[in-house]
């Protein structure tokens, strides 16, 4: 079994103290998406994929106040399906996606991997299903 860390998504927001510990409040911290693909004897495993080819090609289907305060840095390359590419895989050798949760960040990728089983807790899957008012965001 073979575990590949991969960053499917840079953030740049302000705040460095607050997000690092270090820094100013204005200036700006980098984080990044963590994703792992797993090799196992039945395929790939994804845990997360972070955001998707259709978020680099249009970054506003993210929304303005996601985009304003994450500043994220979507980039083709950054995406799951492009790194699992470079590493020799083609998408349909992913055959079960874990989904720690549903955020855009996390699961922005799921249609690039439409032959992939997704695994999700049932308290995430209805919350997105039916969401409160204050999840609606």
């Known amino acids: ?3 590949h ?8 927001p302000h705040g460095a103290r ?3 510990g ?9 984080i990044v998406c963590h994703c792992l693909a797993i090799e196992s004897a039945d395929g790939l495993l994804l845990v997360d994929t972070g955001f998707g080819t259709d978020d680099a090609r ?3 289907q993210l929304g303005q106040p ?5 500043a994220p840095r979507v980039q083709l390359e950054e995406t799951a399906l492009r790194q699992i590419e470079a590493l020799g895989f ?7 996606i874990v989904v720690t949760h549903l955020d855009l960040d996390h699961s922005g990728g799921l249609p690039d991997f439409p032959a992939a089983e997704v695994h999700v807790l049932a308290p995430e899957l209805e919350a997105a299903l039916h969401p ?3 999840e609606r965001g």
């Open 132 to 134: 409160k008012l204050s």
């Open 66 to 70: 996601f985009r304003a305060l994450m």
């Open 22 to 30: 270090r820094g100013g409040l204005l200036e700006k911290a980098h």
């Open 5 to 12: 860390h991969l960053n499917c998504g840079s953030f740049c």
């Open 18 to 20: 607050l997000v690092e």
């Open 90 to 96: 083609k998408a349909e050798d992913v055959k079960h």
């Open 1 to 3: 079994m073979r575990v």
């Open 58 to 60: 249009d970054p506003k």
